[in-house]
């Protein structure tokens, strides 16, 4: 196995990475001083489409996680980047929350409900049964199918939300029609991260808490993995997968030495 390239920049998971409900992972704030010392170029990412980099950036900073808004990539942000590549100044209609609209005005797409290129589904909390009508006339009618991650289910205090790949999943079976995930575990989401902070995939490292979106995307993105414990994954669980990622670690205090 060829020896890789030292660590020059970082991508992060945020949600049980640096945070677990809500609440700091030891070692987390640590670490982003760390980073923020090293002028490393770094990012912390999620497949949450519901918040704008800004939103989240007040979000963590009230925990204690000083995160720069620049040095946050949503799944929202990957989809507009994503449009933006393939039909530039597009017309898209959206089942989604401020940070997927916020992204989607900000590479010129028009949001309309009349004949658009895309239906573009995120995340958000109040699912219509009339927006999702919508969408599924408008996919008969020849619109393409973009969804934003393809999350079965999101955390809450009270347990397990629907997120967007159940409701994706609905939309399927009533049209045939299978969205185009742009987020983890698809590498593109890396790639195009990586490209923001001009970086490359053989000197970047990839922190995660789930094998089957973190450490699947970073590897086939080309990055070296790093599994945390903090989150979903159990260690026994690890084995069952095809694929490994570079280390396992108890938590993200684990790494702090490694920046």
């Known amino acids: 196995m060829a020896e890789r390239k030292p660590i020059e920049s970082w991508l992060t998971d945020m949600d049980g990475v640096l945070m677990h409900e809500g609440v700091p992972v030891p070692g987390a704030d640590a670490f982003i001083k ?13 497949n949450n489409s519901i918040y704008t980099p800004r939103d989240l950036h007040a979000r963590l900073n009230r925990i204690g996680l000083d995160v720069p808004w620049e040095s946050i990539w949503t799944s929202a942000l990957a989809t507009a980047q994503f449009l933006d590549d393939q039909r530039p100044g597009g017309t898209a209609y959206v089942i989604g929350e401020a940070g997927l609209t916020t992204a989607l005005h900000d590479i010129g797409y028009v949001l309309t409900d009349h004949s658009p290129d895309y239906v573009v589904l995120g995340e958000t909390r109040t699912y219509s049964f009339e927006a999702l009508t919508k969408a599924i006339r408008l996919i008969n009618e020849g619109a393409r199918f973009i969804a934003t991650n393809p999350d079965e289910t999101g955390p809450s205090p009270q347990g397990a939300l629907p997120a967007t790949g159940s409701v994706a999943a609905l939309i399927t079976k009533a049209t045939g029609v299978d969205p185009y995930f742009v987020g983890k575990p698809n ?5 195009h991260g990586l490209n923001v902070i001009g970086a ?15 450490v699947l995307a970073g590897l086939e993105a080309g990055m070296e993995t790093f599994l945390v414990l903090t989150g979903l994954t159990r260690p026994e669980e690890v084995d069952r997968h095809p694929f490994r990622p570079s280390r396992v670690v108890d938590s993200i205090a684990d790494l702090i030495d490694l920046v």
């Not at 760390?34 to 999620?46: A, C, I, N, Q």
């Not at 590498?187 to 790639?191: G, N, Q, V």
């Not at 490292?205 to 973190?214: E, L, S, V």
């Open 34 to 46: 760390r980073l923020r010392e090293s002028g490393k170029p770094f990012l912390v990412l999620t």
């Open 187 to 191: 590498p593109l989401m890396m790639r």
């Open 200 to 214: 490359h995939s053989e000197t970047s490292a990839m922190i995660g808490d789930r094998m089957d979106t973190d």
